[in-house]
């Protein structure tokens, strides 16, 4: 319990937050134990892209909730630039082929709003029984992964101590670690995305030895 003697008090310097987060007590001791490999193992019979739809929407639910719990502390004065560390994140937008640089609440503000009109909308993510999956559907899944991954970068970089105060990580490293689990799995974050939390990444995916399985299309 020793976090909770004044530890976190400080807002920790970026290099102190990353030793804080890859510590064991923090981390080990926050991942819930259940049967990740069920949770990440298709049922007979379910449909593989209805199952992906649905987890994807899950874990934006789940990130965009304990996010919200710590929005209040991501402000345009805490984080006046989008970053992990040291690397920063420009907004992409698509429609106008150009990028540009954000806050952090302004970043992850589109991060939330683009994810939720993708999945609310049914000719990218339907929700109807015998409606068709766009064929460019894993890539989208994909989009969504890779938001997802720029806003949990953020948080660990800079706000674990916050998240740890909150009591918050026992949530947010589980979250994390199926979230990894699952990425991995099926391929669904690039490795460079990885680098800001490599070696976060490299202790998740060496305790489970997940592999990469290709997803039909
Ligand atoms: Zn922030």
């Not at 420009?90 to 609440?105: F, I, N, R, T, Y």
């Not at 994909?142 to 909150?166: E, M, N, T």
Request: glycine share 4%; hydrophobic share 35%; charged share 20%.
């Amino acid at each position: 319990m020793d976090w909770l003697m004044g530890k976190g008090k400080k807002k920790a310097s970026t290099s102190e937050e990353k030793k804080l987060y890859m510590e064991a007590k923090y981390f080990e001791n926050g991942i819930i134990e259940g049967d990740l490999h069920s949770m990440l193992t298709l049922h007979p019979g379910t449909d593989q892209n209805e199952w992906m739809a649905a987890q994807t929407l899950s874990f934006f639910n789940h990130f965009n909730l304990l996010y919200g719990a710590i929005s209040e502390l991501c402000t345009t004065t805490s984080c006046p630039v989008m970053s992990a560390g040291s690397l920063q994140y420009h907004w992409q937008d698509e429609a106008k082929g150009k990028k540009s640089k954000l806050s952090a609440p302004q970043y992850v503000d589109l991060v939330m709003t683009t994810c939720q009109k993708m999945l609310q909308d049914d000719s990218l993510f339907p929700t109807k029984f015998g409606q068709t999956f766009p064929p460019n559907f894993i890539s989208l899944v994909r989009k969504v992964f890779r938001l997802i991954f720029h806003v949990a970068a953020h948080v660990y970089h800079h706000h674990y101590s916050d998240i740890i105060q909150l009591e918050l990580y026992r949530h947010w490293n589980s979250l994390f670690t199926h979230f990894i689990y699952f990425s991995l799995k099926f391929d669904l974050l690039d490795q460079k995305e990885l680098t800001p939390l490599a070696s976060l990444v490299e202790f998740i995916s060496t305790k489970d030895g997940t592999r990469t399985e290709s997803v039909p299309s």
